[in-house]
């Protein structure tokens, strides 16, 4: 127990687990519970539509964890974490429509757009995703065997910098066209939607949504302890030691190809678990997730968040989504510029990400007149 409680100081201060722990209550048990009891009329209710918004927030924050991981803390900048999430949403969205078997415009066995084009029977491939936990097994296989084939001959050939970021984005472009065929059998460019239930829960419950919504919050908890697990200890000292001179770890007996292979594969992992919570939430999963303008974004999350921070990762995915949110209902030609923009401050002035903003001297000093404990002296 001893042991146990060192671990866990190691991994965070305690004013860190208080953060944490806030968070999660938030989101939770605070959240929910001001949704489902709390009346519509009230000022404290939460709307559907909310819980719909900030799932689908907690799910990018885990892809921005992911990212995190290869990126922030091994150096390894990914351009292609689009595919492993949309990899992850399309095996939960396969499980999804064959469990509507019948259900369909046409009242087909086959999904509608496999009767539309004429197909005959389900393809092999879909064989086994009427199971969901065939389909969960396969929303973190699938992406988790892309990741190891291609990282292992990316980085047993030594490809680092720029150029695996390019390759990386070869990679999600190729996947993404393959995708876009009929052929392919994923729906093509309209992909799967339509979706009635998950698991035997009806997707159009608000109750259903918001225990998606509390799992998304439970998840991206376990994600962000494992992950600070890792990279506060040994295997963390390590892909900090490769992020920095990758060299000097090879000559002191260490293999980097094993290290950053598991990174890589542990980080597409991740994100076929987000897409997999995503796509029930959304209602939609189709080739626009593989393209290389989400990947980038994806990076830039966490580089406007804070790289090698975890939790600033997972801040940076809140705060540029919640900008995309508004400034695509309000000013939709003004989003990019403003993405942009807020790239370009974060890298000449916050290099650190947001987060560093929190080191600053003056915020500094509020943060220590706020959280110092005084004790108060009764009068007697």
């Known amino acids: 127990m001893e042991k146990l409680r060192a671990r866990l100081l190691t991994m965070h201060t305690p004013r860190g687990w208080l953060t944490f722990g806030a968070a999660f209550v938030l989101f939770v048990l605070v959240i929910p519970a001001l949704s489902a009891w709390t009346s519509a009329g ?14 689908k927030f907690l799910c990018y924050a885990i892809v921005a964890v992911a990212i995190d991981m290869i990126w922030g803390f091994t150096g390894i900048l990914s351009l292609g974490h689009g595919v492993f999430f949309a990899l992850g949403g399309y095996a939960i969205g396969m499980y999804m429509m064959r469990v509507m078997a019948g259900e369909g415009v046409y009242r087909s066995e086959l999904p509608d757009f496999m009767v539309f084009l004429d197909w005959k029977e389900l393809p092999w491939f879909w064989l086994g995703f009427d199971n969901f936990y065939f389909a969960l097994f396969m929303a973190l296989f699938v992406p988790g065997l892309l990741a190891y084939v291609f990282g292992f001959f990316a980085f047993r050939s030594r490809i680092r910098g720029v150029y695996f970021s390019i390759i990386t ?18 729906g093509g460019n309209n992909g799967l939607t339509d979706f009635k239930r998950i698991y035997g829960y009806p997707l159009a419950s608000p109750a259903t949504k918001l225990g998606l919504f509390m799992l998304s919050g439970v998840v991206f908890s376990a ?9 506060t200890g040994k295997l963390g000292r390590i892909m900090r030691a490769l992020r920095d001179h990758e060299s000097k770890v090879m000559f002191t007996g260490y293999s980097p190809l094993r290290y950053k292979l598991f990174v890589f594969t ?3 992992v991740l994100c076929g678990l987000a897409g997999a919570l995503y796509v029930p939430q959304v209602g939609i999963i189709n080739p626009s997730e593989m393209q290389p303008a989400n990947s980038i974004e994806m990076a830039i999350w966490v580089a406007v968040g804070g790289r090698a921070t975890l939790g600033g990762a997972a801040f940076g995915a809140f705060v540029v989504n919640g900008a995309k ?3 695509t209902a309000a000013a939709p030609d003004l989003w990019l510029y403003v993405l942009g923009a807020l790239f370009v401050f974060v ?3 916050l290099p650190g990400g947001l987060v560093s903003a929190l080191d600053n001297p003056h915020v500094a000093k509020l943060k220590s007149r706020f959280f110092k404990s005084r004790v108060a002296t009764p009068a007697e």
């Open 325 to 327: 949110s508004w400034f």
């Open 266 to 268: 542990l980080s597409a």
């Open 169 to 186: 984005q070869a990679l999600t472009y190729a996947l993404m066209l393959w995708f876009f065929r009929n052929d392919a059998g994923f």
């Open 223 to 231: 994600v962000y302890v494992l992950c600070r697990y890792i990279v």
């Open 42 to 55: 009230s000022a404290l209710h939460v709307p559907d539509y909310i819980i719909t918004v900030a799932g």
């Open 347 to 349: 890298t000449l002035f």
